[in-house]
């Protein structure tokens, strides 16, 4: 009988070392599985989205709305000058004119990876280096500017109460 259960022991042994491991088949569609899903996870990340082209084109937008608020708000005229990649403006009030910190006035920089491709005040294309105009009364031209991010393009355009929305 000892001999028997020894047998018996060995042939439970051997079986329990047998499925010890993985298959090859087993481990070969676990590495699949997680290849598909880093192409996966790597092409959403990467890929160009509208959403993030609406997003940057947004906050361009909500800083022309503030500059507009910002003239009425201090009663000054506030011309700015927007150059494809950056703003910079100026506030004309009791007789002086003073560079406006933009760093004050938004808690937001210039959108990342956006472009200003072309203004439109009062549909006439605005030429190089000639400012916009936010006056203190909040009756300003209508404007409309085009953006893009090199994949998609839109416009911004000025409502008659002063604030900006994105068209497509």
Same mark, same amino acid.
């Given at each position: 009988? #000892? &001999? /028997?259960?020894?047998? =018996? @022991?060995? +042939?439970?042994q051997c079986l329990a070392m047998s +499925?010890? /491991?993985? *298959?090859?088949i087993e481990v070969m569609i676990v590495l699949v599985i997680i290849g598909l899903m880093t192409a996966v996870t790597t092409l959403?990340?990467? @890929?160009p989205s509208?959403? +993030?082209?609406? *997003?940057?084109?947004?906050? =361009? @937008? @909500? *800083?022309?709305s503030v500059i507009?608020?910002?003239a009425i708000? *201090?009663?000054?005229? &506030?011309t700015c000058t927007v150059n494809a990649t950056s703003i910079s403006c100026n506030r004309y009030r009791d007789g002086e004119w003073d560079e406006v910190n933009m760093a004050k006035l938004l808690s937001w920089g210039w959108p990342d990876n956006l472009v200003v491709k072309? &203004?439109?005040?009062? /549909? #006439?294309?605005?030429?190089?280096?000639?400012? =916009?105009?936010?006056l203190p009364s909040g009756d300003n031209d209508s404007i409309s500017v085009q953006v893009s991010d090199g994949n998609y393009s839109g416009w911004i355009d000025s409502s008659l109460a002063g604030k900006f929305k994105v068209s497509s």
């Open positions: 009988m #000892v &001999i /028997g259960s020894k047998k =018996l @022991a060995c +042939r439970q +499925r010890a /491991g993985f *298959t090859l959403s990340v990467n @890929a509208y959403s +993030r082209f609406l *997003t940057s084109a947004e906050k =361009l @937008a @909500a *800083t022309f507009s608020d910002e708000y *201090t009663s000054s005229v &506030i072309q &203004i439109l005040v009062n /549909g #006439v294309v605005l030429k190089d280096k000639q400012p =916009l105009k936010f």
